[in-house]
């Protein structure tokens, strides 16, 4: 014998923390292991659409312990089992009618409330000895209760015609519950192999924006209900769908969700008015001016065209992972698609032959409104399970205004797909490469993108040219620059190019024979040195090869010019601007200070203003301006445009700023 103290973990509520104590009860299980072999059959055949969350179930019911299905509580579903007073048999009965043929004693008459209290003060009359039988005192596990949902809720014959159901989805913790509990007591009450559910997806828990469990006592918790509130439930569901896969858990943060999936709606939503806006004008009618009509008569551009392969391929994107619950990637495609496919490329590639008033330029602007509407229409038709509530406004009051005559989900997907074009699509994309490439010249240069230049240079190889001679238009328009020169040859592009080792990489790779490297090393210049670094293979010194990572090309810009490179594109643009660009420069800078001006005092884009007024302009940026007064009107879109250099201060006057000095604009 011996006593002391020991100290040893002790097990406590992990909701309030309270101790626990084991005790032995007497209980009633189901002896899960006699129908596993069945009830891992069924499993099987289910689609879970992500090899983690079915591994990790199928794992569980392959050593699932026996189910304690009873409970000691008051309010639940009664154990309809009757035990005798005098021999210990033990009867169950399971409907109303089976349990009033055998009672002794029935209290409340025989419609009976069937729940405790009431329940249990029915005596019946035991089968074998024919004693009072009273009810076991317990109440099942409410995981039966949800188990039993199918069968419970559902008719024979809604039974018959529904279940299995398509599709249920559950957080992961569900394995051990739900989803285990439909799967086992469809199997015991079926005797057979069969779930109540063709599909469960297992989704990962909603975590606090740091990542952990949001819990009451920690202070962490987001309330559903709270977020709705105060936010469009659309923009809501857009981001918990795009954040992650839903087979991972998702840090919710209020703040990333009003950020980009609040521009992905907001982007959308002025996509349309701009559609409407414009369309009216020109009697843009949804239902005749679609794609095939534009196509017919030979209408469409290459860029119409690009924005179409770019569609089909999101159409294509979003319904191949939509039905493997791949619910971000759909999303995802989407948001490229409104944002930098539709409005930072299409709508800024096409605003200008919108702009053109003339009456011989109709057709190209319906085209391009059965471009922009067939996008816009297919996009809220692929979006609409993600953000119902908007895309189903949008979609009514667009393409069928005043009408709302079916629902979107009951029109269905529009049939027929866009015809891609590979060559517009590579075309684009090409130009869209320069364009990046120029921007990140422009930046070296200190030259604003919305100033135009003269010229850019662009660099590909032989095989290049084609494509890039090809794309030389819209390359200007997103490059904002005059003339496009395509070089295949870098001696004809102004810039020097050396391929120059790096002699502590070099060092790094060849140790003590780094110097006989060094000194093998012949510099590589120009078109040698270029075709060496796009080759991407090591560099030949005499015995020993170079790896490329140990060379840097170092590029140096011809006397006016800049270059820069994007994935293997070289550009070089003309920084020389004369007096004519300057101020063109100009117009647009004052120009898109007015356009902002009207959006923000209301006026519709479309609405012909009386005037606008610029003061406080310089007297050399005056005399730039003055000349072109009439294209600052027909960009503004207003009748009259004044121009001063002195100041006039006031409430109504806006402050702007211009190149860091103070300009004043009234528009009405
Ligand atoms: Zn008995």
Known sequence: MSAGKIVHDYPICWRSDDRLVWLARREYFYWV?????????????????????????????????PWCVTRE????????????EECGEKNAHFSREAIVKRALELPDGPKFELHRPWMDRVVLKCQKCGGRALREPFVLDAWHNSGSAPYASFTDDEFRQLVPVGFLTEAIDQTRAWAYTLLLLNVIRSARPQ??????????????EKGQKMSKSEGNVVWGLDVLRNNSADVARFYVMSKASPEDSVNFDLKEMSGRPYQVLNTLYHLHLYLRQNGDLDG?????????????????????????AKLSRADETVNRSFSAARFNEGAKALEELVISHLSQTYVRLVRGELWKEEAGERGRRLAIYAVLGSALRKTDELLHPVSPFATEYLYQEVF?????????LAIGKSRGRAARSLQAEKTVDFALKVEEACNSARMKAKLKRRWPLRSVEVLVPVSGAPLARKAKRTVALLCNVKGVGVVTSASRFPADFELRANSSRVGALFKEKTRDVLRELRPLKGGDALRAYSRGRPVKAGPFDVPLSAFELVTKSHEGFEVAEKGGVFVAIGKERDDRLVAEGL????????????????????????????????????????????????????KKVELAGEREQGSDWKEADLDGRPIYLKVG
């Open 33 to 65: 292991d006699r129908v596993r072999p069945e009830v891992v059959k069924a499993a099987k055949k289910v689609e879970y659409f992500f090899d983690g969350p079915r591994n990790r179930f199928l794992a569980g019911l392959a050593e699932s312990p």
């Open 73 to 84: 509580r008051v309010w639940g579903t009664p154990l309809p089992i009757w035990v005798c």
């Open 195 to 208: 779930a109540p559910y063709k599909a469960f997806l297992f989704q990962g828990h909603v975590l606090s």
């Open 284 to 308: 843009y009618d949804p239902a005749r001016h679609t794609v095939p009509w534009a196509t017919r008569r030979r209408l469409l551009t290459t860029v119409d065209r690009w924005l179409l």
């Open 400 to 408: 069928a205004p005043g009408a709302w005559g079916a629902p979107l």
């Open 587 to 638: 117009v647009r800078d004052v120009a898109r200070r007015l356009q902002a001006l009207r959006k923000e005092s209301g006026y519709v884009p479309t609405a012909l203003l009386a005037y606008a007024k610029v003061r406080g302009l310089e007297d050399e940026d005056l005399a730039l301006l003055e000349p072109k007064k009439a294209e600052i009107a027909f960009l503004v879109r207003v």
